[in-house]
């Protein structure tokens, strides 16, 4: 088996962990034209934003050829998903990739605008992420195929929202860091997409996904969202801070 993920802060890297298999980052491969795998089963995990699928997923498709007899895709979210799903079967045909099994995890939301991350970690327990990820396990293994239903009201709300992920919204602008900052380059390490230079100050270039992998990394809380709802900051305790550098180098990159 071979999972492809993308992750900000871990929750898609422990689903993809916790899967098996070997694992690729989608930003160690981005950079190529084609992005192709022969394996038994081939997965994708990735996080879910706006409802929706995040306009670095829908790029990544476009160049995704997974040759596989089974394929899935799960996608991780917070507090609510839409027709998120959907959606993404819609894309994936429209690129030539049928997917078998699609189904999403309930994990913490990173969502810092929208979300205190206290409250999140205890609310975390009745969200019993570790049991649907074994259940989706046994559901990959024994070759399920599935796709989650929804309502017209999620359909509405995904329709709606997919439009925040067209590529067009830019980041730049909403990102400060205060007195804390060391200049320490973890923000630049974690970025998966390059967009952050550390000199006498950190700046944020125009290649922002919006993902806060930054702002969650810091070690010294230091890098702030404009309209943050938490102090407190998030990493999937299963992944460590190495293993998110690691998964959001971009090819070519020390
Ligand atoms: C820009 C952004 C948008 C998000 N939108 C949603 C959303 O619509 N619904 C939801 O339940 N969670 C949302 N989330 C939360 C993430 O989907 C969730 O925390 C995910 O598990 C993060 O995975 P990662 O740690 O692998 O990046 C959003 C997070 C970000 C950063």
């Not at 990959?140 to 995904?158: D, E, F, H, M, W």
């Not at 801070?241 to 971009?250: G, H, I, S, T």
Request: aromatic content about 10%; overall charge positive; charged content about 20%.
């Amino acid at each position: 088996m071979t999972i492809y993920y993308f992750t900000a802060t871990g929750n898609s890297l422990a689903v993809a962990k916790a899967f098996g298999g070997q694992l690729i980052s989608i930003p160690s491969v981005m950079s190529q034209d084609r992005i192709s795998c022969t394996d038994d089963v081939i997965g994708l995990v990735f996080p879910v934003y706006a409802y929706s699928v995040p306009y670095y997923i829908k790029c990544f498709l476009k160049k995704w050829h997974p040759q596989a007899d089974y394929r899935f895709a799960v996608g991780t979210y917070g507090n609510y998903s839409g027709a998120v799903m959907q959606e993404f079967r819609k894309l994936a045909v429209k690129n030539g990739i049928p997917i078998d099994y699609l189904n999403t995890v309930l994990t913490v939301d990173n969502y810092l605008q929208g979300f205190d991350i206290r409250q999140e970690i205890a609310r975390l327990p009745s969200k019993q992420t570790d049991q649907q990820i074994a259940a989706m396990l046994s559901d990959i293994q024994n070759r399920k195929v599935y796709c989650p239903g929804s309502s017209l009201a999620a359909k509405g709300i995904t329709a709606v929202c997919k439009h925040f992920n067209n590529g067009k919204f830019r980041f730049t602008g909403q990102y400060f860091t205060d007195e804390h900052c060391i200049l320490c380059q973890t923000c630049a390490k974690v970025c998966p997409t390059g967009n952050i230079t550390v000199t006498d100050r950190v700046i944020f270039h125009e290649k922002c996904i919006g993902c806060q992998g930054c702002i969650h990394a810091c070690p010294r809380q230091a890098l702030h969202i404009k309209g943050e709802k938490s102090t407190a900051r998030w990493r999937n305790p299963s992944v460590s801070l190495k293993e998110l550098m690691d998964a959001n180098r971009q090819s070519g990159k020390e």
